[in-house]
């Protein structure tokens, strides 16, 4: 079992920035394809970005491109989300989700392991 605690959600104005980080404990393995994926009240779960186990591929979802970075510290079994310039559309519980399958996929279906969620709120 892997568990994933996510952190850094609150409240900002749009323009500004938030740092998420999801830790992971448990039976785990610092290579494990992680996510990001948000949902807003009302709307689905919908994935936000990507990046593979050594850290050398990522995906976004074309909203987020060129204003978030998804990083990962693999000896302290940790995965970022950089959120820079935040819109109000931003706002979301994000989940941090792990496989441990060969890539991450862009499905919440394809992921095993979720975190509890953070909350974001981006006031215009």
């Known amino acids: 079992q892997v568990q994933l605690v996510e952190s850094g959600g609150g409240l900002v104005q749009a323009g500004g920035s938030l740092r998420l980080s999801c830790a992971a404990s448990?039976?785990?393995?610092?290579?494990?394809?992680t996510g990001w994926f948000r949902q807003a009240p009302g709307k689905e779960r919908v994935f936000v970005a990507s990046i593979n186990w050594s850290g050398g591929r990522t995906f976004y979802r074309d909203s987020v491109k060129g204003r978030f970075t998804i990083s990962r510290d693999n000896a302290k079994n940790t995965v970022s989300l950089q959120m820079n310039s935040l819109k109000a559309e931003d706002t979301a519980v994000y989940y941090c989700?792990?496989?441990?399958?060969?890539?991450?996929?862009?499905?919440?279906?394809?992921?095993?392991?979720w975190g509890q969620g953070t909350q974001v709120t981006v006031s215009s």
């Open positions: 448990g039976r785990t393995s610092s290579n494990y394809p």
């Open positions: 989700a792990a496989t441990a399958g060969v890539d991450a996929p862009l499905t919440p279906a394809g992921y095993a392991y």
